[in-house]
Structure formats: structure tokens, C-alpha cells
């Protein structure tokens, strides 16, 4: 066994509000089942009375205390990259860090929120027709989404944001970063539905405190894949729609974990079982 695991493995997690978070849980559990004592602490700017410019004592902080590794939500994970050493490609592209490994001294930046949705959308959307898609949401998590769909080979990316110059921004950055593939702002919701084979909803609407449908209903079709970041709850009122109305769909809860699973990876520097987290997620998460 390694022995840096025979002492207890400690984490974090960075963000505000973040309170009913189930990353620790998966964590612990699964450090538990691997045989190795796992302590994952929650960081709440809100509980604390910090914000991100506090960022700098509190990787501080952690370092001094011993965690192997935070992980990083909103509203941090652009300004944390100021304060690490160096970052993986995707990391670099996305200009999102939402895992922070602390290693040797160093601060090493990862993102793992675009591969966690990659794996989501493999293993759940295994036939998706990869054509063409609409993805509603051009920040953080549109960046990750937007990324994972043009690795995974998508052909025709329209991006939708209440917020025009996001969406133009998105798109111009995965244009540089997939020249190949044409990525354009979407306007007009209605249109842009008829011409794509699928949606990837990428905004806090349908949370448990965003009740509602990010578009109307009617758009969608049978002929439409549906896929959601949102997981809590599981089923959102566009799942719930867009499988009444014979889409193939997949929830936010695959995101969630995998993004956990890389996490866990990084930190531990063992492989964890993604099956057995995605069971117990399942289990906290119904």
C-alpha cells in the first residue's frame, strides 16, 4: 500500500453555499470501501464570511493542515487559477479549475467537470446523434458541457444564453480550440430547436430553488436527446417533459459523480470504483 494512505487522506471543498453538497460523502465512502481513512471538509465562504479574494489564506490554510487536494465551485473556480502553480491542458482551455492538488509543495490545477460529463454522456447517451445540438447556458457549466460534447466529436454546436456576449464568447473560445467544427449563437429558440438532433440544458433553471422549464415545452420532440446538468433534483421538470414527449434523456447525477470519480483519482492517486459511487450518489441523491 502506499504509505502516504496509511495516514488519514484529507480534502476539501471550496465554494459558497455549498452546504448540501454530496462530494464529501462520495469521497469518504468511497476512500472507506478502499480500506483507508478519508476526512472531507466543506469550506463555505457563506458559513465563514470569506469571498474569493480570501483565496490565498485559505489554500494556505489547507496546505498547512495536510489536505491532499480541494476541489473548487462556484464562485472561485476562475480566480483560484492566480493562485496555483501550473494547470492541465483542459484545465488551461476551459479557463476553469474545479480540482486543486496539492502535491510536493506545489499547487497543480485540473478540470475534471468536462470529462465527468464526457463519461455521463458516453455511457448514458451511448447512440446520442452527435450532429448537431443546442446547449442552453454559456458559463461555467456550458464551458465544461460545450468542451465535452466537441471531444466526444459533435459536429454543430448552437449556444443559447440570455446573456448574447457569453454566448459569443463560448463559442469564440471552442471555436479557436475546434476549428473544425462549426459553433455558432443561437437566437431565436424555435428555430434553432428544428435544426438539432439534441439539448444540453447548462443553467441553474429546474434546481430546487429554480423551479421551471429552461424553454417551452413544445420545442421539444421525440427526435431530440435531452441532456441536463442540474441534479438536485434528479428529475428536473425538463426531464420529466422531455420524456413524456418520447426524448431520450439523461440526468445531471452521471456529471456529479464522475466529476467526483476524477477528483478522487487526482487526490488519491488510486482508482476508485465509479459504479459503486454512482450507486451510492443514487442513494443520497433520491
Known amino acids: 500500500m502506499n504509505e502516504t494512505l ?14 448540501a453538497s454530496l462530494t464529501p460523502a462520495m469521497h469518504m ?4 470501501a478502499q480500506g483507508f481513512s478519508y476526512e472531507y471538509e466543506l469550506i463555505d465562504l457563506s458559513q465563514i464570511g470569506a469571498t474569493p479574494e480570501d483565496l490565498p489564506r485559505l489554500l494556505d490554510e489547507a496546505e498547512a493542515r495536510g489536505l491532499s487536494g480541494l476541489n473548487i465551485t462556484y464562485p472561485c473556480k476562475q480566480s483560484v487559477i492566480a493562485f496555483l502553480d501550473d494547470l492541465s491542458p483542459q484545465a488551461r482551455d476551459l479557463g476553469a479549475v ?15 467537470d468536462w470529462w465527468g460529463f464526457a463519461e455521463s454522456f458516453r455511457e448514458g447517451l451511448p447512440h446520442a446523434d452527435l450532429s448537431s445540438a443546442l446547449q442552453l447556458g454559456a458559463g461555467g457549466a ?3 458541457t460545450a468542451y465535452a460534447l466537441l471531444s466526444l466529436g459533435l459536429r454543430s454546436l448552437l449556444i443559447f444564453d440570455r446573456e448574447t456576449e457569453r454566448a459569443a464568447s463560448l463559442a469564440q473560445t471552442m471555436t479557436a480550440l475546434f476549428p473544425d467544427t462549426v459553433i455558432e449563437v443561437a437566437h431565436d429558440l424555435g428555430a434553432a430547436m428544428q435544426a438539432v438532433a439534441g439539448l444540453v440544458h447548462a443553467t441553474p433553471t429546474g434546481m430546487a430553488k429554480y423551479p421551471g422549464l429552461p424553454l417551452p415545452a413544445d420545442l421539444l420532440s421525440p427526435r431530440h436527446w435531452v441532456a441536463e446538468v442540474v441534479y438536485f433534483p434528479l428529475e428536473t421538470a425538463l426531464l420529466r417533459e422531455a420524456r413524456r414527449r418520447g426524448c431520450q434523456t439523461l440526468d445531471g447525477g452521471g456529471m456529479a459523480v464522475y466529476q467526483a470519480v476524477g477528483a478522487f483519482r487526482l487526490f488519491t492517486r488510486r482508482e476508485p470504483d465509479a459504479a459503486r459511487m454512482l450507486v451510492h450518489f443514487n442513494t443520497l441523491a433520491r
Open 29 to 32: 465512502r468511497e476512500g472507506e
Open 142 to 144: 456550458g464551458a465544461a
Open 6 to 19: 496509511l495516514k488519514p487522506m484529507k480534502a476539501g471543498l471550496i465554494g459558497s453555499g455549498i452546504q
Open 98 to 112: 474545479n480540482t486543486v492538488v496539492l502535491r510536493d509543495g506545489k499547487r497543480h490545477g485540473h478540470n475534471t
